[in-house]
């Protein structure tokens, strides 16, 4: 039952009961009944008509829903496509820039190697590898630093040797020859790593 015809109020509750006014409420009764039954029924042809044309709307949806889908589907896999594209070319070029980085990398080994051999300074890999940056200007000025602090490094360490070296087998007043020649070759030695350090 529909909840309009539940509020229906039918005045004849409200009034005082008799025989004629009950069948008459059973009446009314009847014919609403009949009426919804009247409402409610359809023919076969009907029926099977609306049914068609239901079936047929939704058949029409689904395939417009599927034939979306299907669309969607082929954008996708091309998008994948594209994005497996895009994707492969990144690697590609985060591989060229690492390779370039590792040329410049071992070009600048190189010419820094060659500044140290120059300046007459060990050029070993671990000093190369301390002296070495990413630009061409860092690394000449480290390289320069380093081998101006070597220098001043192995000059100073002459300098006190030659302070530290006492004469043996006498005073400073007596020399024996047996020192003599010995001290000779040894500042020799030491003017010849003052020449190479720059110092005199």
Same mark, same amino acid.
């Given at each position: 039952?529909?909840?309009?015809?539940?509020?229906?109020?039918?005045?004849?509750?409200?009034?005082?009961?008799?025989?004629?006014?009950?069948?008459?409420?059973?009446? $009314?009764?009847?014919? /609403?009944? =009949?009426? !919804? +039954?009247? @409402? %409610?029924?359809?023919?076969?042809?009907?029926?099977? *008509?609306? #049914?068609?044309?239901?079936?047929?709307?939704?058949?029409?949806?689904?395939?417009?829903?599927?034939?979306?889908?299907?669309?969607?589907?082929?954008?996708?896999?091309?998008?994948?496509? $594209?994005?497996?594209? /895009?994707? =492969?070319? !990144? +690697?590609? @070029? %985060?591989?060229?820039?690492?390779?370039?980085?590792? *040329?410049? #990398?071992?070009?600048?080994?190189?010419?820094?190697?060659?500044?140290?051999?120059?300046?007459?300074?060990?050029?070993?890999?671990?000093?190369?590898?301390?002296?070495?940056?990413?630009?061409?200007?860092?690394?000449?000025?480290?390289? !320069?630093?380093?081998?101006?602090?070597?220098?001043?490094?192995?000059?100073?360490?002459?300098?006190?040797?030659?302070?530290?070296?006492?004469?043996?087998?006498?005073?400073?007043?007596?020399?024996?020859?047996?020192?003599?020649?010995?001290?000779?070759?040894?500042?020799?030695?030491?003017?010849?790593?003052?020449?190479?350090?720059?110092?005199?």
């Amino acid at each position: 039952m529909d909840i309009q015809e539940k509020l229906k109020l039918k005045l004849q509750f409200f009034a005082e009961e008799s025989e004629n006014e009950n069948e008459e409420v059973e009446n $009314d009764v009847d014919e /609403e009944s =009949e009426s !919804e +039954q009247d @409402e %409610k029924t359809y023919t076969e042809e009907e029926f099977n *008509k609306r #049914l068609n044309d239901e079936l047929s709307r939704r058949l029409k949806q689904k395939e417009k829903e599927k034939q979306d889908a299907v669309d969607e589907a082929k954008r996708l896999a091309k998008m994948n496509k $594209d994005q497996i594209a /895009e994707y =492969e070319r !990144e +690697q590609m @070029e %985060k591989e060229l820039e690492q390779l370039r980085s590792e *040329k410049q #990398l071992n070009e600048m080994r190189s010419e820094a190697r060659k500044m140290l051999s120059e300046a007459e300074v060990d050029s070993s890999d671990e000093v190369v590898d301390l002296v070495v940056t990413d630009t061409a200007e860092q690394t000449k000025s480290n390289v !320069e630093a380093f081998s101006n602090a070597v220098k001043k490094a192995v000059s100073e360490a002459v300098k006190v040797n030659a302070r530290q070296s006492p004469l043996t087998g006498g005073d400073s007043f007596n020399h024996s020859s047996k020192n003599k020649p010995q001290n000779l070759a040894e500042i020799a030695r030491q003017k010849e790593l003052l020449k190479i350090n720059g110092g005199i």
